[in-house]
C-alpha cells in the first residue's frame, strides 16, 4: 500500500512538472512578450526617474525642453525590426547620439542602438524589441509623432508625446489622459502599458 501511495505520488508529480513545462516551452512567443514589457516598464520607469533628478529648465534657452529625458521607438534599417532608445537631446538635433544615452544603472550599458540593430557589447540588447523578442509592431494611443511614438518626461512629473520645436512652447503635448503602449509578437500576442498623465505613473494594463 506504502509502495502504491508512493507511485501515485511520483505520477502527480511528473504531470504536475509536465504542465508547467508545456506552458513554459510551447508559449516562447508569449514569454518574450511578457519579458519586453517587464524590460519597457522599468526604462520607463528609469526615464521618469532621470528626468526628477535632472531639471533642464533654463530660462536663457528658450528650446531648453527639447533636452527632456525621452524614450522613443524607430524602426531599424532594412526592414529589421523596431527599437528604441532612452536619452536626453543635448544638442536639441531631434535625433539621439549615443553619448546622450542613459546608461543602464545595473548593466552600466548604453540604452541605445543604431538604426542597423545590431547586437554590440557596450549597448543594452533589450533595445532590440524584434531581434530579442519579436515583437513586430508597436502602438502608442497618445502618439503625437509622424513616426512610431515617443515618452518625454518632465522634472515636474509631467509627460509628454512629443517635444515641441518651437520657442517658448514648454507645455505643447503635454497628455491629459492615460497613455498606453501595446506591444505586438510576431503571432499577434499583444501587451501593454499604461502611463497616466500628471504623476507618470507606469504599470502594466
Not at 509536465?18 to 520607463?44: C, G, H, M, V
Not at 532608445?85 to 531631434?94: A, F, L, P, T, W
Not at 554590440?120 to 511614438?149: A, H, M, P, Q, W
Amino acid at each position: 500500500m506504502k509502495n502504491s501511495f508512493s507511485i501515485l505520488e511520483l505520477i502527480l508529480v511528473l504531470f504536475v512538472l509536465s504542465l508547467i513545462t508545456t506552458t513554459f516551452y510551447f508559449k516562447p512567443n508569449e514569454n518574450k512578450l511578457a519579458d519586453a514589457a517587464n524590460r519597457i516598464e522599468l526604462y520607463l520607469k528609469q526615464t521618469r526617474y532621470q528626468a526628477l533628478i535632472d531639471n533642464k529648465q533654463d530660462q536663457k534657452d528658450s528650446l531648453w525642453f527639447r533636452k527632456r529625458w525621452t524614450f522613443k521607438f524607430f524602426n531599424c534599417s532594412n526592414n529589421k525590426g523596431i527599437y528604441y532608445v532612452i536619452y536626453s537631446d543635448e544638442n536639441k538635433k531631434g535625433h539621439p547620439n549615443e553619448n546622450e544615452s542613459l546608461i543602464d544603472p545595473l548593466t552600466k550599458k548604453r540604452v541605445y542602438s543604431s538604426n542597423t540593430c545590431e547586437y554590440d557589447e557596450n549597448r543594452s540588447k533589450y533595445v532590440l524589441l524584434t531581434k530579442e523578442f519579436d515583437v513586430v509592431n508597436t502602438n502608442i494611443s497618445c502618439n503625437s509623432t509622424s513616426s512610431l511614438g515617443q515618452i518625454s518626461f518632465g522634472n515636474d512629473g509631467k509627460v509628454y508625446s512629443k517635444l515641441s520645436t518651437h520657442e517658448n512652447k514648454s507645455e505643447d503635448f503635454e497628455i491629459k489622459d492615460s497613455c498606453y503602449i501595446e506591444l505586438i509578437n510576431k503571432t499577434g500576442y499583444k501587451k501593454r502599458i499604461k502611463i497616466e498623465p500628471n504623476t507618470g505613473f507606469i504599470g502594466k494594463k
